[in-house]
C-alpha cells in the first residue's frame, strides 16, 4: 500500500469519525428515548401485564386476546380509518391546488403573503387554537350554527354529536394542518427549472398542458414524500380528538392513539397500551414498505 492511499484511508477514517461525534448526541438521544422502547414495546412490554402498582408479569399472547374482547377496538380501528380516508385527500389534494395557485402568482410579495396564512396555522399549537374553534363550535353561539341559521338550517351539536363530530374533528384538521402539505408543494414547484416552463411555452403548450405534463411528473417525488407522512400522521392522530372532543361522545371519535393514552395513562393497562402501540406500528409500516415498493410506477427521480 502506497503512501497517497493510506493518506487518504486515513483521511477518510478521520472524516467518519468525525461525523459519528457531531451525530452522537441525536444518536444517543434516538437511542435512549426511541430505540429501546420501541424494542421493550415489541418484545416485553405487549406479552406482559404491567403496571405502576405491580412489576412485569409475562402472559404469552393475553394481550392480543384481548383485542378481540375490548368492545372500543373495533370503534377507533374504524375511527381512525375514516379519518385517513376524509383527512388525507384533503392534505393531498388540497395542499397541492393551494401550491399550485399560489406558484401562479407572479408577485413575489403575495406569494409571500399567502405562504404565511397558509402555514400560520401550523405554528400555534392545538391547545390554544382549539379553545377558539371551540367557541367557534358552540351549540348555542357558535358562527357555523349562525351561518347554518342564516341559510335556513337547524342548528348542529357539532362536538356532541357522534354523526357531527368526525367532520367537525376533520374540519380543523384540514385547517390546521394543510399548510404543512402546502409548503413541501410550494417548494418542489418553486424548484423546476425554468427552462422547462419556457421550452413548453416555445412549443405551444398551454398553461394546463405544462402542469399536467411537466410539472406533475417532477413534482411525484414530492408528492409521494406528502402522501407517506399524512397518511403517518392521521393514523397517528391525537390532538385534535383530544383537545376537541375528548374522543367522545363515548368513543365516537377516538382514534387509535388515544385509545393507547387512556389504555396506558388513564387505566394504567401499559401491557395492553404497548400491544396496541404495536399494532398501530406495525400497520403503518405495512403501508409504508407498500408505498416504497410501488413508487417506481408513478415517482419519476430523474429529471434530465
Not at 8 to 23: C, G, Q, S
Not at 236 to 243: G, N
Amino acid at each position: 500500500m502506497n503512501k497517497k492511499t493510506k493518506s487518504k484511508r486515513h483521511r477518510v477514517f478521520r472524516e467518519n469519525v468525525t461525523a459519528y461525534l457531531f451525530l452522537s448526541p441525536t444518536l444517543i438521544f434516538y437511542t435512549v428515548f426511541t430505540g429501546i422502547p420501541l424494542l421493550m414495546t415489541i418484545f416485553i412490554l405487549s406479552f406482559s401485564d404491567f403496571s405502576l402498582l405491580k412489576p412485569i408479569e409475562f402472559i404469552g399472547l393475553t394481550n392480543f386476546r384481548q383485542l378481540f374482547d375490548d368492545p372500543d377496538f373495533r370503534t377507533v380501528m374504524l375511527n381512525t380509518l375514516k379519518f385517513v380516508l376524509i383527512i388525507a385527500p384533503v392534505h393531498i389534494i388540497g395542499g397541492l391546488t393551494l401550491a399550485i395557485a399560489v406558484n401562479s402568482i407572479k408577485s413575489r410579495f403575495f406569494q409571500g403573503v399567502y405562504r404565511i396564512l397558509f402555514y400560520f396555522p401550523l405554528v400555534v399549537t392545538t391547545s390554544a387554537i382549539v379553545i377558539v374553534w371551540g367557541y367557534l363550535y358552540d351549540y348555542e353561539f357558535g358562527v357555523f350554527n349562525w351561518l347554518c341559521g342564516a341559510l335556513g338550517m337547524n342548528r348542529i351539536n357539532w362536538l356532541g354529536d357522534s354523526k357531527w363530530s368526525l367532520l367537525a374533528i376533520a374540519i380543523f384538521s384540514a385547517w390546521k394542518f394543510i399548510g404543512n402539505a402546502f409548503l413541501y408543494y410550494f417548494i418542489g414547484l418553486q424548484n423546476i427549472p425554468d427552462v422547462y416552463m419556457e421550452a413548453a411555452k416555445v412549443d405551444g403548450a398551454t398553461k394546463w398542458q405544462s402542469l399536467i405534463k411537466i410539472q406533475i411528473p417532477m413534482l411525484t417525488p414530492t408528492i409521494f414524500f406528502v402522501v407517506v407522512t399524512t397518511l403517518i400522521n392521521c393514523f397517528q392522530m391525537f390532538d385534535e380528538t383530544y383537545f376537541l372532543t375528548k374522543g367522545g361522545p363515548g368513543v365516537s371519535s377516538q382514534t387509535v392513539a388515544m385509545h393507547i393514552y387512556r389504555k396506558g395513562f388513564q387505566e394504567y393497562h401499559f401491557g395492553y397500551a404497548s400491544t396496541l402501540g404495536l399494532i398501530l406500528f406495525v400497520i403503518v409500516l405495512i403501508i409504508t414498505i407498500f408505498m416504497f415498493k410501488y413508487q417506481n410506477r408513478w415517482v419519476t427521480y430523474d429529471t434530465e
